[in-house]
């Protein structure tokens, strides 16, 4: 049922950002708090960008947007079909050591896409 509920969540999630153009399109999509309150990007900021130019195909335009985004949708696909599966790569997805080296590369990218202007 857990599962139904968040694959159900995700196709939504992903018709909704394919449907509607986050760049002046009929929706308006939340502000990053990040950006809002300190001024920096985020490592997401440009995701639903990105998300909706990769889902048109745009695989560049995507990149332009964050290029951490394509890089996390590969990861979280991995992980959300490695997850189902018994064995070792269920307990390297379900590890501290995989979650802290996806938040320390997501901090890393944070402060060298502030550093850089990316």
Known sequence: MKRAIIIAAA????IFVRAFDPVGGPVPYPRCP?????GLDC???G?????HSLLHGEFR????????MPVVAVMSLIAFV????????R???HSPLTLGT??????????FRNIFGL
Do not use: D, E, H
Not at 47 to 51: E, H, N, Q, V, Y
Not at 82 to 89: H, M, Q, V
Not at 102 to 111: D, E, H, K, R, T
């Open 61 to 68: 335009q995507a990149w332009a947007y964050n290029p951490w």
């Open 43 to 45: 490592p997401g900021c």
């Open 102 to 111: 996806f938040i320390a590369l997501s901090l890393g990218w944070m402060v």
């Open 91 to 93: 307990s390297f997805i």
């Open 11 to 14: 196709v939504s999630l992903v």
């Open 47 to 51: 995701s639903a960008r990105a998300l």
């Open 34 to 38: 990040v950006k809002w309150l300190t």
């Open 82 to 89: 490695g997850a189902s599966r018994p064995g070792r790569l």
